[in-house]
Nanobody, 117 residues
Framework: QVQLVESGGGLVQPGGSLRLSCAVS????????MGWYRQAPGKQRELVAT???????NYTDSVKGRFTISRDNAKNTVYLQMNSLKPEDTAVYYC???????????WGQGTQVTVSL
């Protein structure tokens, strides 16, 4: 049974940093591209960053230059380093295997990121 467990969220002031982690169990992690998504209150979930099995990365424009996605295949874990955080980054963050539409795996519980004074 595949399980996604996100962690590392919290309350941070604007301009601050957080590092999110997503532990993946129950599947061959290293062969999959992975993505970080977020869902703000009243908004649809959006894909913000992806990393292929080979380590190529891609970001949505709003986080380029501030967020960095990485992975450790030995630990079955994907990370999201978030710097220069803004209030508009406030959301619940999730990881998953991205598809052309939607995502491949059951969603985890997510981790709340709140950027506020």
């Amino acid at each position: 049974q595949v399980q996604l467990v996100e962690s590392g969220g919290g309350l941070v002031q604007p301009g601050g940093s957080l590092r999110l982690s997503c532990a993946v169990s129950g599947t061959i992690f290293r062969v999959y591209a992975m993505g970080w998504y977020r869902q703000a209150p009243g908004k649809q979930r959006e894909l913000v960053a992806t990393i292929t099995s080979g380590g190529s990365t891609n970001y949505t424009d709003s986080v380029k230059g501030r967020f960095t996605i990485s992975r450790d295949n030995a630990k079955n874990t994907v990370y999201l380093q978030m710097n220069s955080l803004k209030p508009e980054d406030t959301a619940v963050y999730y990881c998953n295997v991205p598809l052309r539409v939607g995502a491949a795996l059951p969603w985890g519980q997510g981790t709340q990121v709140t950027v506020s004074l």
